[in-house]
């Protein structure tokens, strides 16, 4: 099994960047698909992205493309979603999960982590 924390979250000003951390417990990391999913209040929980296992290959939400990017880094058992130009509508809690499989849906995958909070002021 694997267990994930999300760690960066917080306040920035429209425009501005943050990185979010997701670590993971686990000596099968590196074997699982990585996504990002966030939501905000009163809405669905929507995907942002999700980086294969070996982290050659990367999909992303079009609201999302060209200004976040995600990342792995397998010794350290770490992901990653380097979010730039922040837009107010980014604001929502954001998730990272693993699972078996390399998916834009959040019922393809089997571990979450509990969130971080990410909020983007104008």
């Known amino acids: 099994q694997v267990q994930l924390v999300e760690s960066g979250g917080g306040l920035v000003q429209a425009g501005g960047s943050l990185r979010l951390s997701c670590a993971a417990s686990g000596r099968t990391f590196s074997s699982y698909n990585m996504g990002w999913f966030r939501q905000a209040p009163g809405k669905d929980r929507e995907f942002v992205g999700a980086?294969?296992?070996?982290?050659?290959?990367?999909t992303y939400a079009d609201s999302v493309k060209g200004r976040f990017s995600i990342s792995r880094d397998n010794a350290k058992n770490t992901v990653y979603l380097h979010m730039n130009t922040l837009k107010p509508e980014d604001t929502a809690v954001y998730y990272c999960?693993?699972?078996?499989?390399?998916?834009?849906?959040?019922?393809?995958?089997?571990?979450w982590g509990q969130g971080t909070q990410v909020t983007v002021s104008s």
């Open positions: 999960a693993a699972g078996p499989m390399w998916s834009r849906t959040f019922y393809n995958y089997d571990y």
């Open positions: 980086i294969s296992w070996s982290g050659s290959s990367t």
